[in-house]
Nanobody
C-alpha cells in the first residue's frame, strides 16, 4: 500500500532544473521529518535532503547550494525538492521518505514512496 506519492521526475539537460513533489496518500496522526533519498544504479540509497516540521533542513554535501527542500506549511504533508544546476551524477531514482505515526498509540515508522526517475543527460 503506497503511503507517499512522488511526482516531477523526468529527463533534463545538464544545468537544468526540476522540482519534485511528494504528498501523503493517506492521513497520519502526525508526520515529523520528511526527506528525499536517491539511489543510482549499482549504488546504495543515500540521503539527499531532509526537513523537520519547524523547517530546519539538512543536505548532502553533493547537493548543497543547488537543491532546496521545503514543506507546505499549511498542509504539513507535502514536501518539495527544487533541484537546480543538475549534473549527470544526479541521475537516480528519487524516493520520498516520512517519519510518521499512524495513530496516537502507534510507534514512529518510516514510510517510503515508490520513487521517481530523474535523468540528467544531454
Amino acid at each position: 500500500q503506497v503511503q507517499l506519492v512522488e511526482s516531477g521526475g523526468g529527463l533534463v539537460q545538464p544545468g537544468g532544473s526540476l522540482r519534485l513533489s511528494c504528498a501523503t496518500s493517506r492521513s497520519f496522526f502526525s508526520i515529523n521529518t520528511m526527506g528525499w533519498y536517491r539511489q543510482a544504479p549499482g549504488k546504495e540509497r543515500e540521503l539527499v535532503a531532509a526537513v523537520t516540521t519547524t523547517g530546519s533542513a539538512n543536505y548532502a554535501d553533493s547537493v548543497k547550494d543547488r537543491f532546496t527542500i521545503s514543506r507546505d506549511n499549511a498542509k504539513n504533508t507535502v514536501v518539495y525538492l527544487q533541484m537546480n544546476s543538475l549534473k549527470p551524477e544526479d541521475t537516480a531514482v528519487y524516493y520520498c521518505n516520512a517519519e510518521a505515526k499512524e495513530y496516537v498509540w502507534s510507534p514512529k515508522k518510516y514510510y517510503w514512496g515508490q520513487g521517481t526517475q530523474v535523468t540528467v543527460s544531454s
